[in-house]
């Protein structure tokens, strides 16, 4: 099996080397986005709620050209910068997934991130079903 390196339509470029998700079969790993917006490479800056959303939008295209969507989201990295803003980046965040279908997830309090920015978040999902190639072989 081949890993495929995916370039997103829609999300910021990258500003280093790196591809915005990575598949290997129907397992991807979407790479830390930033708070930009994509259509004009400016950095949201004020709240964390806002810095979230825009994270999550962000993301949102790199799903959809991974062949996945947020109810495939196996696992979230959240890393924030201060955590007494983190009931802020929850209610942001959770606006994102079916209520009580939330992906496995770790939040890390960091010093400083990318751009100055508050919020990154990166992703480990699965291709969506319709998305997904049937097998070779016996079923079982």
């Known amino acids: 099996m081949e890993?495929?390196?995916?370039?997103?339509?829609?999300?910021?470029?990258?500003?280093?080397?790196?591809?915005?998700?990575t598949a290997w079969g129907d397992l991807l790993f979407i790479t830390g986005q930033m708070p930009i917006i994509?259509?004009?490479?400016?950095?949201?800056?004020?709240?964390?709620?806002?810095?979230?959303?825009?994270?999550?939008?962000?993301?949102?295209?790199?799903?959809?050209?991974?062949g996945s969507e947020w109810g495939h989201v196996l696992h979230a990295r959240i890393y924030i910068t201060d955590f007494a803003r983190y009931a802020e980046v929850n209610a942001a965040y959770a606006a994102w997934f079916e209520a009580g279908k939330f992906?496995?997830?770790?939040?890390?309090?960091?010093?400083?991130?990318?751009?100055?920015?508050?919020?990154?978040?990166?992703?480990?999902?699965?291709k969506a079903p319709t998305q997904i190639e049937p097998t070779q072989g016996e079923a079982f």
Do not use: K, Y
């Open 3 to 21: 890993i495929q390196h995916i370039h997103a339509p829609g999300a910021p470029n990258p500003i280093a080397p790196f591809s915005h998700a």
């Open 38 to 66: 994509a259509a004009t490479g400016e950095w949201v800056r004020g709240s964390f709620a806002a810095q979230t959303d825009a994270v999550m939008r962000n993301l949102e295209p790199v799903l959809q050209a991974a």
């Open 103 to 126: 992906p496995a997830r770790t939040c890390i309090g960091v010093t400083a991130l990318a751009g100055g920015a508050d919020v990154e978040i990166d992703l480990i999902a699965v």
